[in-house]
């Protein structure tokens, strides 16, 4: 007989002592065949007790209550709705002959595996404490100033401005290279919103760029034909923003070359690449100016928070002045154009510093992960991995793959779905801008006949990352895989 599991002739004494034991707060009293007849808890007994029965009777004095079952192979997310509908926190499965297989509770069952969650350790708490401490609890301050050199240091860039998000710095670096109505300029199509939607704020308009197979991040082929367009049409666009996609960089030696040969600057939007490597040089240090994200899901945080990074000092000056609501050095609050409230607090740069002293190790952890998910899922049928090119290290900030339904025997939405039924939190790969009905009517420039980055956004599936699940939360994970796909 399972642990859980009592006769009903128990005495009171023994399912105490056996609820002691399991320390699970529940029994399930079973008939000689093992059928389910009733749950047991402590209060059950307790009042059993209070109205007279002694510790040497048996359980099957209490009255008799068919208990809330469930069938064999249902999903987590059902059982909690059994347990939601029913105002209970235990759930004997059940077999066809109503025995009991095991009992499901509420904690273990509601314990939701996320995409990417924050992963603190014990250094932020200190540096946020001497913040409080010094009361510097403002969008500038020493943590703010370390922060900013501690970045310069650890990727190798002059000059860096420690913001409040990732999208902050973008639309920055669109005010820095002098974006307004009526210019153009490219962009990645295979990302998140944020890549584009600063140029919108200027007023200018994105041309959205596929991607190539090798990177899944810009076709330096599809770039050269819209650049080739844009000249033919002159009008050349102002920038042009390359997105290092889950923590990838992009082939940034040809993407550049074809840059400069335009003459065109280019914004590289490492929000999701912080820790990556193109060539052996940090992600994020090789255009005019480079963005990264310190959003709760990224591979360190400050919970929001961004910096915009440059090897030229002047251009991260400006980036100060306009990001203080641009105030002219006068005691009176002289104003000659608008900027913005877009500085970091002290207290987040305290996170910061804490966080990137961990940067290394945070990027091993989901290289880590990667490779887990990679030798667990190996047998299967259809299911390939982002690649990386021999000359590039990925920060691996998501395990991204794409899934061939007529290999695997099921499509990625599928998948998806069953994970989420086991509270597993996956996605799809970024939808590209181009296909967003906000976007409607932009150009695109295809890498070849057909879309990369539609195909990616077809067949991709990104798997869960964070750097603090544990190997039990990956077993989750890739169990679940197994059992759905081929
Ligand atoms: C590629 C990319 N660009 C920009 C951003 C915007 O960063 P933030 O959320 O810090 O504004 C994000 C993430 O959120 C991102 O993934």
């Known amino acids: 007989m399972k642990p859980d599991c009592i006769a009903p002739d128990t005495t009171l004494r023994d399912a105490l002592a056996r ?27 307790r009042r059993l007790i209070l109205k007279g029965s002694s510790l040497e009777d048996p359980v099957s004095l209490l009255p008799d209550r068919a208990p809330v079952t469930a069938p064999e192979g249902l999903s987590r997310v059902a059982a909690l709705g059994i347990m939601d509908e029913h105002h209970v926190d235990h759930l004997p499965v059940v077999d066809a002959g109503n025995r009991v297989i095991e009992i499901l509770d509420r904690k273990t ?19 946020v404490d001497e913040a409080f401490r010094s009361n510097w609890i403002a969008p500038l301050g020493p943590n703010v100033d370390a922060f900013e050199r501690e970045m310069c240091e650890m990727i190798g860039i002059r000059a860096a401005a420690a913001l409040s998000s990732g999208s902050a710095a973008l639309h920055l670096s669109m005010r820095l290279l002098g974006v307004g109505a009526g210019d153009s300029v490219f962009c990645s199509s295979l990302t998140f919103v944020a890549s584009a939607a600063p140029i919108i704020y200027q007023g200018a308009e994105p041309v959205f760029i596929d991607s190539e197979p090798e990177t899944w991040n810009m076709s330096p082929i599809a770039l050269e034909r819209a650049l080739d367009a844009a000249r033919a049409e002159a009008r050349l666009p102002k920038a042009i923003i390359v997105v290092n996609l889950y923590g990838q960089s992009a082939d940034m030696d040809p993407i550049l070359q074809i840059a400069d040969h335009y003459g065109v600057p280019v914004v ?19 255009g005019r100016l480079g963005v990264f994200s310190f959003n709760g899901n990224k591979i360190i945080t400050t919970s929001g928070g961004g910096m915009l990074v440059s090897d030229d000092p002047d251009l991260i000056d400006r980036a100060y002045f306009l990001s203080t609501q641009a105030r002219e050095p006068a005691v009176h609050y002289e104003h000659k154009e608008i900027g913005y409230n877009y500085r ?25 992960i990667f490779e887990t998910y990679r030798s667990a899922l190996a047998e299967l049928p259809g299911i ?20 061939d339904p007529d290999v695997a025997g099921i499509d990625n939405r599928s998948i998806l779905k069953r994970l989420a039924d086991e509270m597993i939190e996956a996605r799809p790969i970024w939808k590209p801008l181009h296909l967003q009905p906000v976007f409607e009517g932009c150009r695109y420039y295809r890498h070849g006949n057909e ?36």
């Not at 939701?112 to 540096?127: D, N, V």
């Not at 590039?392 to 793959?401: E, G, I, K, P």
């Open 109 to 127: 069952l509601s314990k939701r595996i996320f995409l990417s969650s924050p992963h603190m350790g014990e250094l932020e708490r200190e540096y």
């Open 19 to 45: 609820l002691d034991a399991t320390g699970r707060g529940i029994l399930v009293i079973v008939s000689g065949a093992g059928a389910a007849l009733r749950t047991v808890t402590d209060g059950d007994l």
């Open 344 to 368: 970091m607090s002290n207290i987040l740069a305290g996170v910061g510093r804490g966080q990137l002293s961990l940067l290394k190790d945070r990027v091993a952890a989901r290289r880590a």
């Open 451 to 486: 879309s990369v980055a539609d195909r990616l956004y077809e067949f991709g599936l990104c798997l869960p990352s964070g750097s603090n699940m544990s190997p039990a939360d990956i077993a989750r994970i890739t169990d679940k895989i197994c059992s759905c796909v081929g």
């Open 384 to 403: 390939s991995w982002m690649p990386e090119p021999e000359w590039s290290f990925s920060n691996r900030w998501l395990t991204a793959c794409t899934i």
């Open 268 to 286: 590289e939007d490492a929000a999701e690449s912080l820790g990556a490597l193109y060539k052996g040089r940090p992600s994020g240090t090789f």
